[in-house]
């Protein structure tokens, strides 16, 4: 089973930067999306960006231009680098995973998720 390990979360003002790990074990394979998802408090959980095993990508419209994930060589681990932080983009970060998944989509179904880390923006 595939288990997924976020890091990197933590409190910025607004105009800053931060830069989220995912790191996964077990099987993954070759048509594994992996992406990040966020919640806040009263609100429901939405999508931000995924990555697939080609190394496509999609992301939120929110983010576009502000956010950008990727992946190192070996594929096990996914980054979100977040730049440009508004307080909108506080919330709760959840790394998420999916196979075989073949296209990216952040308003997919995924069936592996971690623990989540907190990202909180102040004006």
């Known amino acids: 089973q595939v288990r997924l390990v976020e890091s990197g979360g933590g409190s910025v003002q607004a105009g800053g930067s931060l830069r989220l790990s995912c790191k996964a074990s077990g099987y993954i394979g070759s048509m594994c999306c992996i992406g990040w998802f966020r919640q806040a408090p009263g609100k429901e959980r939405e999508g931000v960006a995924v990555i697939a095993g080609d190394g496509s990508t999609s992301y939120a419209d929110s983010v576009k231009g502000r956010f950008t994930i990727s992946k190192d060589n070996a594929g096990n681990t996914v980054y979100l680098q977040m730049n440009s932080l508004k307080p909108e983009d506080t919330a709760m970060y959840y790394c998420?995973?999916?196979?075989?998944?073949?296209?990216?989509?952040?308003?997919?179904?995924?069936?592996?998720w971690g623990r989540g880390n907190q990202v909180t923006v102040s004006s």
């Open positions: 998420a995973a999916d196979r075989p998944c073949l296209q990216p989509r952040v308003d997919g179904v995924y069936a592996y």
